[in-house]
């Protein structure tokens, strides 16, 4: 449960997907392709992020990729050992992510067009893995974990996604205000990049992007379709797009190396690795374009006396409760429950004006005001051992600039 055993989890599928994509490029137009495609998986910023965290979404990529080159070689050969490696493949992405459902349809499609009877076995493989998740699947749908996404424009999701693929996270997910100049570099060259393949592409160059293309297609479109046909359905978000990256950064490898383009196409491909290796390094320097340092924050509280409110940022079920060895919850005025607290503790990003005394209530006093770097604390207590009600209603309007305010308690039970 360290942070290196957590994070190792993530970063050594994140390492393996460059020689996938590698050995993707190799089979659709050979070594210069390959090595460009894995210089852009190398220094992609999005799929350095999620290499780094305790998430699934590093092996889904990875997964998915592998499902790719499985279905490149299963059409050149019609093997039944690389048409069963894709079918396993395929249902291992399926168990990461109920999402590689959706380029896996462009390869079943791709696959029955050109080898539609050795494709058998490995359509039975991915139905064995679908006939085995759909009891979880159907389980999991129940409890509509994921109806959040949907309360977000989708618009604005779909933009956020196209800059997420070329910047990594550098917003919400970090508490930050949204920075789309960043991505405008990157976007462009890799638009360029595709117009190459478009305008300066043979017939055969275009037809070995064309499955990447397709797949990358399949995985963004039939999302953001359903989301449109049916709102329940919506749970575009860049992340669970990811496997559409990979076969993206394919297709620009493939364009950048067209020998019909050289030197627009080495130009573009080495402005878009410089661009992308140097965003890469800044944001892994910057503590800006991190997440916030709960780990500080938890140090510098220490452990209650009595019962104590935290007032802070709530994405997802609160970051700073995993920190606290108290065993906090995260509390909600629609439970109804009157808690009673001696403490009330505020978390900001960076400096914030103090709380109106509306929002405490009688009797609360500041007793600290701590730094901790990024993060800011001002502390509030009650002057004698006694307990006061916690507003909680009113504390969620609290100015922490953050996008969204919760209350953690901890030291429940105490005296």
């Known amino acids: 449960t360290g942070e290196f055993g957590l994070r190792s989890v993530s970063a050594l599928p994140g390492v393996a997907t460059v020689p996938v994509a590698y050995l993707i490029g190799l089979e659709l137009r050979g070594r210069r392709a390959g090595l460009m495609a894995a210089a852009l998986v190398a220094v992609n910023p999005m799929l350095l992020w999620y290499s780094q965290e305790a998430r699934a979404y590093a092996l889904f990529a990875l997964l998915c990729s592998a499902s790719l080159l499985y279905c490149v070689r299963a059409i050149r050969s019609g093997s039944r050992r690389d048409v069963l490696g894709w079918g396993v493949v395929s249902g291992l992405a399926l168990a990461t992510h109920y999402f590689a459902v959706f380029p896996l349809v462009a390869e079943v499609v791709w696959l029955l067009r ?65 920075q789309p100049s960043l991505s405008f570099v990157p976007l462009a060259l890799a638009l360029a990049a595709l117009a190459l393949l478009a305008f300066r592409a043979s017939r055969e160059e275009r037809r070995a992007a064309a499955l990447p293309l397709a797949v990358a297609l399949a995985g963004l479109g039939i999302p953001i379709l359903l989301a449109l046909v049916s709102p329940g359905k919506d749970f575009v978000l860049a992340r669970n797009l990811i496997p559409a990256l990979v076969p993206l950064l394919i297709a620009v490898a493939i364009g950048v190396t067209l020998p019909g383009a050289r030197r627009l196409g080495t130009a573009i491909g080495a402005a878009l690795l410089a661009y992308s290796l140097g965003f890469c390094v800044w944001a892994s320097a910057s503590p800006e374009l991190q997440r916030p340092d709960w780990r500080a924050v938890a140090s510098r509280v220490g452990e209650p006396t009595a019962p104590r409110a935290t007032v802070t940022w709530t994405l997802g079920l609160a970051s700073l409760r995993y920190y606290l060895s108290t065993g906090a919850i995260q509390a909600t005025a629609a439970e109804g429950y009157d808690w009673l607290v001696h403490e009330i503790d505020f978390v900001s990003d960076g400096k914030a004006p103090p709380p109106p005394r509306r929002l405490l209530g009688p009797g609360f006093r500041q007793v600290a005001l701590e730094d901790t770097g990024r993060l800011e604390i001002r502390r509030y207590a009650l002057p004698g051992p006694g307990l006061a009600p916690l507003r909680l209603r009113q504390l969620r309007q609290a100015r922490l600039n953050f996008r969204s305010n919760g209350a953690l308690l901890d030291g429940v039970g105490l005296k």
């Open 114 to 178: 050109r080898r539609r009877r050795e494709s058998l076995p490995g359509l039975a493989a991915i139905a064995a893995f679908l006939l085995a998740l759909a009891p979880l699947a159907i389980h999991q749908m129940s409890l509509k974990h994921a109806e959040w996404i949907s309360n977000f424009p989708l618009g604005h999701r779909l933009w956020e996604t196209a800059a997420t693929f070329v910047t990594g996270e550098t917003s919400d997910i970090i508490a930050r205000p949204e």
